[in-house]
């Protein structure tokens, strides 16, 4: 079994949880997630099977859409609904002001990764260290909102809003949320989390844990995708004779190769008599192998 499964996580299993039982469910050797959601967020969790696990890297750049809730006045230790409360104050924002704080995070911004997270320092995971208490320094990203939407205003003691927002790969929500509060003088952590997409794979697509058990059961695997679906990469074509060569690393030359011939350096998937073969990277004029899965 070679593909991707484009899971629809539940509230209260980690990323890893789902890939441990498409494990146990499929029988396979290996399983890799693409992207992680946190334990308390929902959505959409592609999940690489087999040899499509070599493909996961050319996944994870692709950027991702949320819906999120965010609740004013109320900040927490891990940025979210899940965290130890830290601050409280009954905020005096209204909703104009809310949506003008929130074209300031429209382009490419800056964000510190919480403590609460599985980004490492020193080679271990910062929730560790903030677990015991620890603070530790972290450096600064930039990552990319391309659209940042608020879809509902909850006016109450404290205000929550809906939001939707289209971002690139790296993007904290909550700790988006965390800066908006900054921002607004008020503080507040994300409520919800809900991820409508992750590159191409979309959440009406995706199948809960309950339809994959059944469909395994009943040996029906149409939520099974190709191992190449969703990656937004040029094709190319080898002419038969040369598919050994590619399966033994050995460069292809231009004339026997057809499709898009991109610029030096760029992946592109390579298919052979209408089969997905691998991933090929132009160098000299020549295709080189990258990923071969066949």
């Known amino acids: 079994m070679d593909g991707i ?8 299993m980690t990323s890893t949880d789902i890939v441990r039982w498409v494990l146990r469910k499929t029988k396979v050797e290996k399983a890799g ?3 992680t959601l946190d334990p308390g967020a929902a959505g959409v969790l592609p999940v690489c099977v087999g040899k499509a696990t070599r493909l996961a890297e050319y996944h994870t750049v692709l950027g991702k859409t949320y819906r999120a809730e965010i609740t004013l006045g109320i900040t927490t230790a891990t940025q979210d609904a899940f965290g130890e409360e830290i601050f409280r104050t009954v905020p005096n924002i209204s909703q104009q002001n809310f949506e003008q704080t929130l074209e ?6 800056e964000q ?3 403590m609460y997270s599985a980004v490492k320092k020193n ?3 910062l929730y560790e ?4 208490g620890q603070e530790i320094a972290r450096e600064k990203r930039h990552v990319t909102v391309h659209r ?7 006016e109450q003691t404290y205000p929550k809003a809906l939001m939707d927002i289209d971002c690139s790969k790296g993007t904290y929500i909550r700790t988006l949320c965390h800066d908006i509060g900054m921002a607004l003088g008020c503080g507040a952590h994300m409520s919800f989390l809900l991820r409508l997409r992750a590159g191409k794979f979309l959440l009406e697509s995706a199948y809960t844990l309950e339809e994959i058990e059944k469909n395994i059961s009943n040996q029906d695997y149409r939520f099974l995708l190709n191992s190449e679906w969703g990656l937004e990469l040029p094709e190319v074509r080898i002419l038969p004779h040369r598919l050994k060569a590619f399966q033994n690393g050995l460069a292809t030359g231009k004339a026997m190769v057809e499709g898009e011939i991109p610029d030096e350096s760029i992946p592109v998937k390579v298919f052979c008599e209408g089969d997905f073969i691998g991933i090929g990277i132009w160098n000299d004029g020549c295709l080189c192998p990258s990923k071969v899965l066949c």
Do not use: S
């Open 5 to 12: 499964i484009n899971v629809l996580k539940p509230v209260g």
């Open 33 to 35: 997630h693409i992207g």
């Open 104 to 109: 300031k995070f429209v382009g490419e911004i």
């Open 112 to 114: 510190i990764p919480p």
């Open 123 to 125: 080679g271990r995971p």
């Open 129 to 132: 260290y903030a677990r015991k």
């Open 148 to 154: 940042l939407e608020m879809i509902e205003w909850d």
